[in-house]
């Protein structure tokens, strides 16, 4: 039996059967296709197990594998960085086809941390270079219906990244990102505390937003490439940078997702469709935050911007 035919019988079993004897079996050629080091821990087991086989169909470059996990009816696929949508399964299906084709034999992706459910989901992944020309690290959201992916909208800082010369003009941003096709359904506790935290933000109230933190709370920019580790110093950092933020004055809420435990939520900056990102959450069992990664497209800002935001996370 070829490793590609194992990984197809491995994936189907997790898939249609929700083995658990499958799933050590996928672990064992995920290994082989690419580094097995993804943080489920705030992700139901349901969603890991998916996200494993998508992510080992990507990696052997089969469409015809990775396409059954997206619904069979209802798909819409979108890059947020590129302004590029399609908004059908037949549309995905001819562009990822094509794509996959084209892909080097060692080119893989693979997750790196899943946020969420079956239901909605937030996950942290790797495209390596081979797949679009340049390292992608994406934060993507995804929304399901009967098991399946009806809406993914990928996020990521196209610096350095040819892909970009190709991307959509302003006026041509699909704005919607799909989201006209689905219906909120993030559990309630990601809800009240992603819309509380963006609605801090947006007042530029860093105190409000603090407060939704638990005392060792983790905060990540993957664009500027900052930390910020325990609630004080993330205090500070807020009490400095968050007027100046593109998730900070008037950002608009767009779109929750995930569990009780893990997700985030997708937003705007006010009047600039194509100026967006997500936020991606995990919660303690008492609703507070501890780990925060957001992610932004920062090819749409100057270097000297960028420079001077990332300098905002230095204390003095």
Request: hydrophobic share 40%; charged share 20%; with cysteine.
């Amino acid at each position: 039996m070829t490793r590609y035919t194992f990984c197809t019988a491995t994936i189907a079993g997790l898939m249609w059967l929700g083995s658990t004897v499958a799933a050590p079996a996928t672990a064992s050629v995920v290994g082989e296709l690419y580094p097995n080091i993804v943080d489920t821990s705030h992700a139901s087991w349901r969603a890991a197990q998916f996200f494993q086989g998508y992510f080992t169909a990507k990696s052997l470059h089969s469409p015809n594998l990775w396409l059954q996990f997206f619904h069979p009816t209802q798909v819409g696929y979108y890059d947020a960085t590129l302004g590029e949508g399609w908004p059908s399964r037949s549309a995905a299906a001819k562009v990822f086809t094509e794509l996959m084709e084209a892909w080097p034999k060692n080119a893989t992706s693979y997750p790196l941390q899943i946020f969420g459910d079956t239901t909605s989901a937030v996950v942290h992944s790797v495209d390596t270079p081979g797949l679009f020309g340049a390292e992608i690290r994406q934060v993507s959201a995804v929304d399901f219906r009967d098991g399946k992916v009806i809406r993914q909208v990928d996020y990521w800082d196209g610096r350095r990244n040819p892909v970009i010369n190709g991307r959509s003009a302003n006026d041509q941003y699909p704005t919607d990102l799909g989201l006209d096709a689905v219906r909120e359904r993030a559990a309630p506790e990601m809800n009240r505390v992603a819309r509380q935290l963006n609605a801090a933000f947006s007042e530029c109230d860093a105190e409000a937003a603090t407060a939704l933190f638990s005392y060792d709370a983790v905060f990540e920019d993957n664009t500027l490439r900052t930390r910020e580790d325990g609630q004080l110093a993330i205090n500070r950092y807020l009490q400095r940078a968050l007027g100046h933020l593109p998730y900070g004055p008037g950002t608009t809420l767009r779109h929750v997702l995930g569990s009780a435990r893990g997700g985030g939520y997708e937003w705007q900056t006010a009047g600039q469709p194509e100026r967006n990102g997500i936020t991606a959450l995990e919660l303690d069992g008492t609703g507070l935050i501890t780990r925060l990664v957001t992610v932004w497209d920062g090819s749409r800002t100057s270097d000297s911007a960028i420079h001077a935001l990332t300098a905002l996370s230095i204390e003095t």
